[in-house]
C-alpha cells in the first residue's frame, strides 16, 4: 500500500509542477500579447485568470505533498484502520470534485470554442474565447490524469478495506 500511496502523490506532485509552470508560462503570454497590442490580445483575461489558479493550486500541493505522505504513512503503521476509513473517505471527496472540475472545464471549453466561432469579428471575444480554449483544455487534460491515478489508488484503498 506504501507504493501505492507514494506513486500516486509523487503523481500529484509531478502534475502540480506541471500547473506552475504552465501558469507562469500563460502569463508570460499574456504580458506579451497585451503589450504588444496584438489582436488577440484579451486572451490575457483568462489566461492570467486561470494561471492565477494554476500557481496557487500548484503551489499548495507541491508544498504540503511531502508532509502530507510522511503524516499518512506514519498513521499507516500506527492506526491502519483509521488510515483505511480517513483517506478512503478523503479521495472519494478528491474523486468527486473532478466531476465538478471536468464540468466547469467543459463549460469554460464550449463557451471559449462558442466565442470564436460566433463572434470572431469581435477581438475582444476571439481573444477571451481563444484563452478559455487553451486554458480549459489544458486543465481538463491534466484532471483526467489526475483522476485516473486517483482511481488506481482508490483501487488499492478499496484492496486494504477487505
Not at 57 to 78: E, F, K, M, W
Not at 124 to 151: C, K, P, S, W, Y
Amino acid at each position: 500500500m506504501i507504493k501505492e500511496m507514494t506513486d500516486y502523490f509523487a503523481g500529484e506532485k509531478q502534475e502540480s509542477l506541471l500547473f506552475i509552470a504552465v501558469g507562469l508560462m500563460a502569463i508570460c503570454v499574456a504580458v506579451w500579447l497585451w503589450t504588444n497590442g496584438h489582436r488577440l490580445r484579451f486572451m490575457a483575461v483568462p489566461l492570467v485568470t486561470i494561471a492565477l489558479i494554476q500557481l496557487v493550486v500548484g503551489t499548495t500541493v507541491y508544498l504540503r505533498t511531502d508532509s502530507q505522505v510522511q503524516g499518512l504513512i506514519a498513521q499507516s503503521q500506527s492506526a491502519p484502520e483509521s488510515f483505511k476509513k480517513d483517506e478512503t473517505s478523503r479521495m472519494q471527496t478528491v474523486m468527486k470534485n473532478f466531476n465538478i472540475y471536468k464540468t466547469i472545464e467543459m463549460v469554460l471549453l464550449v463557451l471559449g470554442v462558442c466565442l470564436v466561432g460566433f463572434l470572431q469579428r469581435f477581438d475582444a471575444a476571439t481573444g477571451i474565447g481563444a484563452g478559455l480554449v487553451v486554458q480549459a483544455a489544458f486543465m481538463l487534460a491534466l484532471d483526467l490524469f489526475a483522476e485516473a491515478r486517483g482511481q488506481d489508488y482508490m483501487v488499492a484503498l478499496k484492496e486494504l478495506l477487505t
